[in-house]
């Protein structure tokens, strides 16, 4: 009396569209992945990859600057540590990792 009788609809026939609807339907997430590789994860490999071929060329003599903001010269070079000087007579010990530039000769001097 209440409740009506239902009746099933044909049910179209989809079976011959379905590989391209399933490639449709992930096109714009494969879109957005493309363009975060060529947007965020493309640069900051090259910028990794440069930072570390800077901090394997630092030698004695060299002048940076630290992530602190220090600047002074490269007296003594290991493979995890550098001594640097950062006044006469004021030498301070960091990790080649703690350097975030290489400056040009004579930057030091300049700031003196």
Do not use: H
């Amino acid at each position: 009396m209440f409740i009506s009788t239902a009746y099933a609809a044909d049910a179209p026939a989809a079976a011959a569209t379905s590989g391209a609807s399933s490639l449709m339907q992930f096109l714009p997430m494969i879109v957005i992945f493309v363009l975060f590789y060529f947007l965020l994860i493309r640069p900051q490999q090259k910028r990794m990859k440069e930072q570390k071929a800077m901090l394997d060329a630092i030698a004695k003599g060299d002048e940076v600057v630290t992530n602190g903001g220090v600047l002074g010269r490269v007296v003594k070079a290991g493979d995890a540590y550098l001594t640097i000087e950062i006044a006469d007579g004021v030498e301070i010990v960091v990790q080649r990792g703690a350097v975030a530039a290489k400056l040009e000769k004579g930057t030091v001097k300049a700031q003196r």
